[in-house]
């Protein structure tokens, strides 16, 4: 069999090349201040080549934002799915696994677009709500039902116990590309901070029986 040929090899790989190039501006410059033919020159096309792809900005997010964010919320859905184990070990291992990925990963960068743009575009908040938001509130309130169900954790409210689980690691992602980027002194290890944020959720989740503090 014949190589593929480099021009379509390029050709195939084009969209995602693009994909990265648009996150990387976006996060370095901002959603409202990227344009179009800045993302093209750094994909290494014309301008006119990347609206053949995507024909707006918008459609670049969103495309990112489908492709990095909500592909990896369905394969965490599926693999919750099959996981027969207790659930703080199913936790600990698609919620941390999960949030250390995007962690390490550039599109940990999108929570800081979404955070301080949106406002200014309403078809992306909308977008980012049916996408992500709601799909990945879904997946932690079920795991959570899952594991009061099972009499592994005591009934709480799960939806403030959701916003409790995701917030602190959605701030995690904004620090590195905001504070942590810019000075040294106060870059977090975020892969530490995950886990140990799992751990103390899962800590105050538990239905085992607290011990009582001693008189003073």
Same mark, same amino acid.
């Given at each position: 069999?014949?190589?593929?040929?480099?021009?379509?090899?390029?050709?195939?790989?084009?969209? #995602?090349?693009?994909?990265?190039?648009?996150?990387? /501006?976006?996060?370095?410059?901002?959603?409202?201040?990227?344009?179009?033919?800045?993302?093209?020159?750094?994909?290494?096309?014309?301008?006119?080549?990347?609206?053949?792809?995507?024909?707006?900005?918008?459609?670049?997010?969103?495309?990112?934002?489908?492709?990095?964010?909500?592909?990896?919320?369905?394969?965490?859905?599926?693999?919750?799915?099959?996981?027969?184990?207790?659930?703080?070990?199913?936790?600990?291992?698609?919620?941390?696994? $999960? $949030? #250390?990925?995007?962690?390490?990963?550039?599109?940990?960068?999108?929570?800081?677009?979404?955070?301080?743009?949106?406002?200014?575009?309403?078809?992306?908040?909308?977008?980012? =709500?049916?996408?992500?938001?709601?799909?990945? +509130? +879904?997946?932690?309130? +079920?795991?959570? #039902?899952?594991?009061?169900?099972?009499?592994?954790?005591?009934?709480?409210?799960?939806?403030?116990?959701?916003?409790?689980?995701?917030?602190?690691?959605?701030?995690?992602?904004?620090?590195?590309?905001?504070?942590?980027?810019?000075?040294?002194?106060? =870059?977090?290890?975020?892969?530490?901070?995950?886990?140990?944020?799992?751990?103390?959720? /899962?800590?105050?989740?538990?239905?085992?029986? =607290?011990?009582?503090?001693?008189?003073?």
């Amino acid at each position: 069999m014949s190589a593929v040929p480099v021009r379509q090899r390029r050709k195939e790989a084009r969209p #995602q090349e693009l994909l990265d190039a648009a996150l990387e /501006l976006f996060v370095e410059k901002g959603f409202a201040s990227t344009r179009a033919e800045e993302v093209a020159a750094r994909a290494g096309v014309s301008k006119g080549t990347l609206y053949l792809y995507y024909p707006s900005k918008e459609d670049l997010l969103k495309a990112v934002i489908e492709h990095r964010v909500s592909s990896e919320i369905a394969a965490g859905a599926a693999e919750a799915a099959s996981f027969t184990g207790p659930t703080d070990e199913l936790l600990r291992s698609v919620v941390t696994a $999960w $949030w #250390q990925r995007m962690y390490d990963s550039p599109v940990s960068g999108v929570f800081k677009i979404i955070i301080t743009e949106v406002r200014n575009f309403p078809e992306i908040a909308e977008f980012h =709500r049916r996408a992500v938001a709601e799909p990945g +509130q +879904q997946l932690l309130g +079920q795991l959570l #039902q899952r594991g009061i169900d099972r009499g592994e954790f005591r009934r709480v409210n799960i939806e403030s116990a959701v916003h409790s689980l995701i917030f602190p690691m959605i701030m995690v992602c904004l620090h590195k590309h905001s504070l942590g980027a810019c000075i040294p002194e106060q =870059r977090l290890d975020g892969k530490a901070f995950i886990r140990d944020h799992i751990d103390l959720m /899962l800590a105050g989740l538990s239905a085992a029986p =607290r011990k009582k503090r001693a008189p003073k």
